[in-house]
């Protein structure tokens, strides 16, 4: 119990401390926000490099191989921005990547060796010049200089900054005018049908061509037209994502003191399919403007008005990140009802997923074992980006702790909390609180797949309700109608045979001891016991019905659902619902009965508590209003086996 309070009470912590913040959501998008100019990117890239290493210099200081209070002109040259370093050695520091744009490595290879030969150059005028002074203090100068160019690790970092001063400047292509180019095309093929000209027989000639359907193809596509990502050494990252109106970025933000950091990447969305923002990101730029320090409403109101070329600079996450895997997608069906905004607990509100007892639901990523990300089903073509729900885990200890709190009374609270217990008395109490809290006795999600019955072995249709909602009449009329369909299960019993009754047609007629040995190894769906006579359904029954090739009905008690639904005869539970109080009186008023108004109210009473502890074992409802129309409507799902594939357990196709 302290565990579960202390989880509760950490949870809601970082509710308040660390709560994320969808940097966008989709809606109203305004003006385009450019890209800054590149010369004052850099040099901003490089204010972010200084404090980042001298971040590091203060952890672990170590001895350097020049010294850059040594020369007074070395030390200006080591801060001249176009050098691109703020410190001239970098012993002890982290490698600088080679990494360049990962669109076109070949140009990025180019560069780095028009960089080096650059740097080639101007050690053999450096040599020159130390051959030609004669003052030792400049010599000495020449010399540090000399060093400094050659180390590795300069040359890879002005390779770097040769490819980032290139690609600042370079030009992004235009998005196309139009996707309509074939029907231009066959317009103007129209208007030179006619024409005898050498130009028009070309131009017609040059238009049939299937380029432009291409053309069309491609610029319909809603799409990131173009990602970019650049390492900067390996402390900043330069992402470049293409946004489009109608796309959201999906990503969640959070602060961590003065820093924003990228807390989760939601499926769907332009972040996720680009691959370039990772969790644990910190964010420091959005197209030149500052997000350090920035609360996460702010970040959120900037990109909601942001679109078009959005450049992040980001410090990449420390954090070792696993080795990607596969993700693949489970099904299940939702036993409870959520509604995210009454949930204190979920990290985004905007993009909590909201859904009701027995819906399906997709979940395409358990990164995260606390919040799952899902669609739910038939929503995944009006929902750009996944939504979080509850994990199964999380789930299960929320509902253990609300149903401890909720059992006790006031008055046992007080008898736990402040009546003087003795040792044996606690250790039982301590005992029973333990086995109460079982996990697996918390529904929360059930693995789902599809199921299409086959021709031959139709599923079991059990018809469940209250006294007098009419289920019991629906399954006679459907039996009096097509008993060559439809049958039932000849029960068991253990009283003596009548005269005109033959074993196996009305009645299995069986000894005492014999059902007594069946309902204990659970072969029974029901049973009871009537005048000192013991009667009971057997799932051998059910089995010769399916093997007939009819479909066997059943009319259930709710205490039946549980051995029904862990036999192997996939059935398909519809639950019959009383109207309201008034209409149930005049249906029943029509068979001939008059019901006290305290007995209608029990079977809407008695609905409403089998909906509400039953309900996930039902696959469909009919409200019994009309019973022609739910009989109809009872056919109609019953038909609906056929043609359609139908979510079940997973666990029953094992």
Known sequence: M??????????????????????????????????????????????YQEELKKRREEDSRGKHDIDPNASLRLKKLSQNPKVGIDNPTFEGKEKVTKDTFLQDPVAGELRGEEGRTELAELLQALKWAHHCLTDAQSQQDVELIMQLLAKEDFKNAYTIYIAVSQQMTRVIPTSPLTAQAEDLCQEVQK?????????????????????????????????????LTQYIGETVKLVRLEKARDTPLGATVRNDMDSVLVSRVVKGGAAEKSGLLTEGDEILEINGTSIRGKHVNEVHDLLQQMQGTLTFLLIPSSQIKPAPHRQTVMHVR?????????????????????????????????????????????????????????????????????????????????????????????????????????????????????????????????LIGPTNSGHDELRRRLLSIEPEKFAVAVPHTTRNSRIHERNGREYHFVSRPGFETDLAAGKFIESGEYEKNLYGTSTDSVRHVINSGRICMLCLHTRSLQVLRSSNLKPYVIFIAPPSQERLRSLLASDGKTPKPEELKEVIEKAREMEQNFGHFFDATIVNMDPDQAFHELRRLIDKLDTEPQWVPTSWLC
């Open 191 to 227: 208007i030179l049908q006619s024409s005898q000209h050498k130009e028009g027989l070309e131009l017609n000639a040059l238009l049939t061509n299937p380029h432009l359907q291409a053309h069309d193809s491609v610029a319909g596509q809603e799409m990131a037209e173009e990602s």
């Open 334 to 462: 939702a036993y409870f009802d959520y509604d995210p905004s009454d949930d204190p607990f979920v990290p985004c509100r905007e993009l909590g997923l909201s859904f009701q007892k027995g819906d399906i639901l997709h979940v395409i990523s358990q990164d995260d074992p606390n919040w799952w990300q899902a669609y739910r089903d038939g929503d995944e073509d009006n929902q750009p980006l996944a939504g979080l729900i509850p994990g199964k885990s999380f789930q299960q200890q929320r509902e253990t702790l609300k149903k401890t709190i909720t059992d006790r009374s006031p008055e046992h609270q007080g008898r736990l909390w402040y009546a003087k217990k003795n040792k044996r008395q606690k250790k039982k109490s301590t005992t029973t609180l333990s086995r109460n809290i079982d996990y697996d006795d918390i529904l929360t999600y059930e693995e789902m797949s599809l199921y299409h019955q086959p021709a031959n072995r139709k599923r079991p249709i059990g």
């Open 2 to 47: 302290s565990h579960m309070n202390g989880y509760v009470q950490e949870a809601s912590g970082q509710a308040k401390s660390h709560r994320e913040r969808a940097v966008d959501c989709p809606g109203d998008e305004s003006s385009l926000v450019k890209s800054p100019h590149s010369s004052a990117h850099m040099e901003r890239i490089q204010h």
